[in-house]
């Protein structure tokens, strides 16, 4: 019985509440991957390892953005950013697609810039 009690309590300070790996109930698509990138940028996560943090594919993944998605355009989502990244000198992009019953296609990403470490970003993708 003592040592359940003391596997019970190491369980609970191994685990970090405020981290959970499953999603919460009533936490949206986009807040359940808007969390796992935060952690990825605070951890600052190569683009491999972003990938784990995140755990599933981008809609758009270049270690050379400007040239393989030319015709890629974005304004900030100002709601959550005032300005985007400069995609044309960065190491690597990655971003994906928010779930959105709006017309217009809502993204979450991050940008490895030139010099420093990874940043995250939100866009819409223009016409």
């Known amino acids: 019985m003592g040592l359940l009690i003391v596997a019970s309590l190491l369980l609970t300070v191994a685990c970090d509440p405020v981290e959970p790996t499953l999603r919460q109930p009533g936490q949206t698509d ?6 796992k990138i935060e952690r ?54 990655m971003y994906w697609e928010l779930p959105s019953t709006r017309w217009q296609r809502f993204i979450i ?8 470490d990874p940043v995250m970003f939100r866009g819409i993708v223009t016409p």
């Open 30 to 35: 986009d807040a359940y991957l808007t969390r």
């Open 40 to 93: 990825a940028v605070e951890a600052k996560a190569t683009p491999l390892d972003a990938l784990d943090f995140v755990g599933r594919e981008p809609a758009a993944d270049s270690a050379n953005f400007a040239t393989e998605y030319p015709d890629t355009t974005f304004t900030p989502d100002t709601q959550f950013n005032d300005a985007l990244p400069d995609f044309a000198t960065a190491r690597h992009v």
């Open 109 to 116: 990403g991050m940008v490895w810039p030139a010099t420093g």
